[in-house]
């Protein structure tokens, strides 16, 4: 049986393939800079490696005695003064450094959707350097490009909770966002898939305007829905990029291109995006 390393494994996607990890009875090395957090997500790994990915040298034999890597490593917003270079791109470069010295055999990595068409964004320019210095590295590999997760869609619950929801246009880009359990699953999956690269998304294909009205279901208010025209998401976006700095800009640019377009993947999973709202709201 394979030996895992789990890298990432105490953000949002990293803990869902942990806790799928458990659920297969696998034994698995993750590699945490806080243990705790593992912890207290309910996590068990079979060997906790305590690791900073941004600092080379405390990944020293990380990866010894590992057959395949599955790295969920990124960030969202732009923290404790690092950029997506130092971690999308840098810290999983650190990791693929260590991967080849022990002679990792394959090496799973969860990119973007579109990430190779919108190279314009900082973290997707990060991700993609990131993805070319796999593909050159002589490891068999595996790039898993997902979708947009269902905790992506809670800005759209959360605008519906304080009353009323902004969308791009006239409301009807699509795209089909994926719960983080799903998507756990299609990792593991892929470490037997000899597919090189994988588009991954949601099991349903819905509009904006029909996830809107999702979310104003759930609350059991009548849908109250503003379109932005594409003037005024362009303008802003031209004076965010002017004003303020990546670290600022990064997340926002991101989110606002998105949402001004199409993004679908091949269909996948079982969890639907009402009932994460419903257990969203559950827990509030």
């Given at each position: ?10 953000g ?9 990890l458990?659920?297969r009875?696998r034994d ?6 806080n ?11 079979g ?5 900073e ?18 790295s ?8 404790d003064?690092?950029?997506y ?8 470069l650190n990791l ?10 394959r ?5 973007v ?19 070319e ?21 809670a ?9 009323r929801v ?6 009807q880009?699509r ?10 699953r299609?990792?593991?999956?892929a ?7 994988l588009?991954?998304?949601?099991p ?8 809107a ?15 932005v025209p594409?003037?005024?998401r ?5 004076l965010?990029?002017?004003f ?7 997340p ?8 001004a ?8 999973g ?8 419903y257990d969203?709201?559950?827990?509030t």
């Open positions: 049986m394979k030996r895992i390393l789990l890298a990432g494994s105490t949002y996607l990293g803990s869902h393939i942990a806790l799928e458990q659920a009875s698995f090395r993750a590699i945490a800079r243990p705790d957090k593992l912890r207290r997500a309910g996590v068990v790994a060997e906790v490696f305590r690791a990915l941004t600092e080379p040298d405390s990944l020293a034999g990380c990866c010894k005695d590992i057959d395949v890597v599955i969920a490593v990124g960030i969202t917003r732009q923290k003064g690092l950029t270079m130092d971690v999308d791109y840098q810290a999983n693929l450094h260590q991967a080849q010295k022990s002679g990792v055999v090496f799973v990595y969860v990119s959707l579109n990430g190779e068409k919108l190279r314009d964004l900082k973290i997707c320019d990060a991700k993609e350097k990131f993805g210095e796999l593909k050159r590295s002589g490891l068999d590999y595996c790039i898993i490009r997902p979708n947009g997760f269902f905790s992506d869609m800005e759209i619950l959360d605008m519906a909770r304080k009353g902004y969308l791009f246009g006239d409301g880009w795209s089909n966002p994926i719960h983080g359990r799903d998507l756990a299609f990792c593991l999956d470490i037997h898939n000899p597919e090189k690269e588009e991954v998304g949601g349903e294909t819905l509009t904006q305007k029909e996830i009205a999702t979310a104003f279901e759930v609350l059991g208010r009548r849908p109250k829905i503003s379109y594409e003037w005024v362009s303008a802003t976006l031209k965010v990029r002017t303020t700095g990546s670290k600022v800009y990064g926002i640019e991101f989110f606002m291109t998105v949402m377009m199409d993004m679908l993947a091949p269909e996948y079982e969890h639907t995006l009402r009932d994460f709202f969203s709201e559950e827990r």
